[in-house]
């Protein structure tokens, strides 16, 4: 027996891929734990808000250096001093009660000064929706150029398309990608235009109704990467339709990946025999030993459906609640989201492997095309051309059908040669015809090839153009804070 680590099956060579192995089977210890990832948004929104706190002369400069410096030493000790600490009343206040009690409460006790922990906690979630979203959409377009690339690769390996799990017409393996991908392009421009909703900062509503402390709320707004304010401090910090929104486009985005995978699951099964997924995406049986189970395709219908899940469990939280600041909308109806966004991105990255590493079996999917007898639309045309109604044309191919499968004929062509002299026999023929109606003849394959590589790039581009922006407040915010600190404001 090879000494493989356990990874040798006998029937399997090699272990699970390495990046599916610790998505799918190890545990995300590794990942920092949630309460810091809270408390370092926390620690962003006050860097800012100090900062601004002092540019507006609300606070002295000497008293916003030393409450800067200790945010910044509590980031950089990725806030150590704080675990184990008690938080009866909450996160924040047990973080702001070590601030008080090291620098005194005449420099902590400055630090909440025209703000309040709703709107707090309302800028901190579109600070943290930002990387998963981002992270997803990210995935999203890699699957959209792994399909556009295999589509390109496969334009001409013909098929049969499938309705009612029978074969129905010729098409491509290429011509089935670039559908999904067209797709799979809607599902990322519907997460690009929820994801706008992250764009507006909730700082300096207050709990409800705003301050009355001459505060600038464009200012921390664009120290922290946001195009501006939301204005109406209600709507600051009642909403949090973005998440429902979210939630909602991951969830159809969802239904798309789900039905992706059950194609890929039924069509390398060895009754389709159609493609072959590598042994390192698959998995053996404990006890079967003939198996390749792609057990990864059933996480992805697994994973995909989480985004679901969210959005029922959101909407649900948020109906019927009061259009004000609320535990029930901002806290339990926001729980689902993160999962939401990780087991969708994940769902998407396992699709990225298993289109771009499946191998296809050209010569079954050209024998299920011709025996499917997948032809018969394109004869029936054939009938129409030469001047025979639709119907009476469908009625005819119909029953020739009905004679070769019963062995009265050897062939469609024999059953109609009183009927048509030129019959269509080859599936790839019909492909190549089929210009029209987006069907998979060599230019209409070729137009949408191209407007698939388009919306890519323009998805690309808008999600290069998020990442920059927040770059940038994360640049100036650290040149403000930095200023402060040693007294030479940034230029």
């Known amino acids: 027996m090879t000494a493989t680590g356990g990874a040798d099956t006998g029937r399997l060579t090699t272990g699970l891929d390495p990046e599916l192995q610790r998505m799918l089977l190890e545990p995300r210890w590794k990942v920092t734990a949630p309460w810091k990832a ?14 601004m706190l002092a540019e507006r002369g609300i606070v002295g400069r000497a008293a916003a ?30 973080y702001e009660g070590h601030l008080i009690e090291t620098l005194g409460e005449g420099v902590g006790g400055l630090l909440h000064t025209g703000r309040s922990r709703n709107d707090l906690n309302a800028t901190c979630l579109r600070l943290g929706l930002r990387e998963p979203l981002a992270e997803l959409i990210h995935r999203l377009i890699r699957l959209e150029l792994v399909l556009i690339n295999r589509s390109r690769r496969y334009g001409e390996c013909v098929m049969p398309a499938y309705t009612h799990f029978q074969p129905a017409t010729p098409i491509t393996y290429g011509h089935y990608l670039t559908g999904l991908a067209g797709g799979l392009a809607r599902e990322v421009d519907a997460l690009l235009a929820a994801g706008e909703g992250l764009a507006y900062s909730s700082l300096g509503a207050g709990a409800v109704g705003g301050t009355s402390i001459p505060i600038d709320a464009d200012r921390t707004a664009e120290l922290l990467g946001f195009a501006g304010p939301l204005r109406n401090s209600i709507d600051a910090v009642a909403a949090r339709d ?30 389709f025999d159609l493609l072959t997924v590598p042994d390192d995406l698959v998995g053996s049986s404990s006890m079967m030993p003939q198996k390749r189970n792609p057990f990864v395709l059933e996480n992805v219908r697994g994973k995909s459906s989480a ?28 729980k689902p989201i993160w999962d939401a966004l990780r087991e969708s991105s994940d769902a998407a990255a396992i699709l990225v492997k298993v289109f771009s590493r499946t191998t296809v079996n050209p010569a079954a999917m050209q024998r299920r095309a011709r025996d499917g007898m997948t032809v018969a639309t394109a004869i029936a045309e054939e009938l129409v051309r030469s001047g025979v109604p639709f119907r009476r ?52 394959r070729a137009r949408a090839i191209a407007e698939a590589g388009e919306r890519a790039v323009a998805h690309r581009r808008r999600l290069l153009g998020w990442t920059m922006g927040w770059e940038a407040g994360e640049e100036r915010l650290a040149a403000a804070v930095q200023g402060i600190i040693t007294g030479t404001p940034a230029a």
Request: net charge negative; aromatic share 4%; proline share 5%.
């Open 38 to 51: 809270e408390l370092d948004r926390i620690a962003r929104v006050d860097l800012a808000h100090v900062v």
């Open 65 to 94: 250096a030393a409450l800067l410096a200790a945010v910044t030493d509590l980031r950089r000790q990725d806030f150590r001093p704080i675990e184990g600490r008690p938080a009866p009343r909450g996160l924040y206040l047990a």
């Open 242 to 271: 973005v998440v429902l929104r979210i939630a909602a486009a991951a969830a159809t985005l969802g239904v798309l990946l789900s039905r992706a995978a059950t194609d890929l699951l039924l069509w390398s099964s060895q009754e």
């Open 307 to 334: 985004a679901l899940g969210a959005f029922v469990t959101a909407a649900a939280a948020m109906r019927n609640e009061p259009y004000t600041n609320s535990i029930s909308v901002g806290t339990e109806g926001i």
């Open 393 to 444: 044309a469908h009625h005819e191919v119909g029953r020739a059908v009905r004679l070769v499968l019963e062995a009265e004929a050897s062939s469609m062509g024999e059953a109609l040669k009183d009927r048509i002299e030129d019959v269509p026999t080859e599936p790839a023929e019909v492909c190549a015809a089929a210009e029209y109606g987006g069907g998979p003849g060599p230019r209409s």
